[in-house]
């Protein structure tokens, strides 16, 4: 997907499976040596971050059902809580990461909403239909986040991404950048890439898949996918915040620790997780409204780690 000063959700890094795992082309042996990793360096590189009070749009294109769009509400409203019923880990706990990164808070606050259930623009949509979609709600102090049902196919989703962002120009002169998203449902195209762990991968070791917190697997892998590209496009918005490597496809902060979700995690293994007793669902925060969740971990340029909530 072609995005123009975007960033790609790459699902290579969820199923990347080093030579202990795979086997390597033929080569001379090599010795094994411990070596201690150089620490995970986010640079920040200048640039403008959304900071401040900010609305999450949601564009809605193609069929959702009302219980599906809950469960996506449900997490943006979570993000930026501060109810003190809200039992932790929460989701908002997970979000004030951010606060540690230049600027300060980022509060995240749902906005408007644009419902096209019948998909206007087809089923297969390009990046220009995309950014078009997205430019239908206000731009001002927003991330606008177009969602994609399970029967839609954006260029190169499950080849090479499962969600992005990127800036767009508005205003009447379009010299306005606003930054917005895009995630798609996986559930019927490829579970294996963007909602593992909660399917079996494509490559890697065949775990059992973990049973998704909101009985959704399509929707739950959006959910990470979508906590994602919005900690992407606050910090590093317009290609020039945080990140490490090329500029128009770089690790952010949150891509940067993809296929982490608790601590002990290993390539295969998503790490420790809290489990749900009556369900059996895996889950790491609890939301505002009494659903649970799985988050991936976060950089923390504090520690320079990977940060987890269990």
Known sequence: MAYSNSHFLIIATLLVVSCFLLPCSATAPRKLALVQPEPLILEYHNGPLLKGNLFVNLIWYGKFTPIQRSIIIDF????????????????????????????GPSTLTLGKQFLDQTYSLGKVLTPAQILALASKLPHRNSINVV??????TPDEFCMSTCGAHGSGLAGKHKKIKFAYAWVGNPEKQCPGQCAWPFHQPIYG?????????????GIDGMI????????????????????????DGGLEAVSAC??????????????????????GASYNAYGAHGRKYLVPAMWDPKTSACKTLV
Request: hydrophobic share 30%.
């Open 76 to 103: 943006i409203q979570s993000l930026s809580s501060t109810s003190a019923r809200t039992p932790q880990p929460s989701v908002s706990s997970w979000w004030q990461t951010i606060e540690r990164y230049r600027g």
């Open 147 to 152: 969602l994609t049902s399970a029967d839609v």
């Open 205 to 217: 070791p065949q775990t059992p898949p973990l049973v998704a917190p909101n009985n959704d697997v």
């Open 224 to 247: 990470m996918n979508l906590a994602t590209v919005l900690a992407g496009a606050v910090t590093n918005p317009f290609d020039n915040g945080y990140f490490q490597g090329p500029a």
């Open 258 to 279: 993809t296929g982490i979700f608790g601590s002990g995690s290993y390539p295969g293994y998503p790490g420790k997780l809290l489990i749900d007793r009556t369900t």
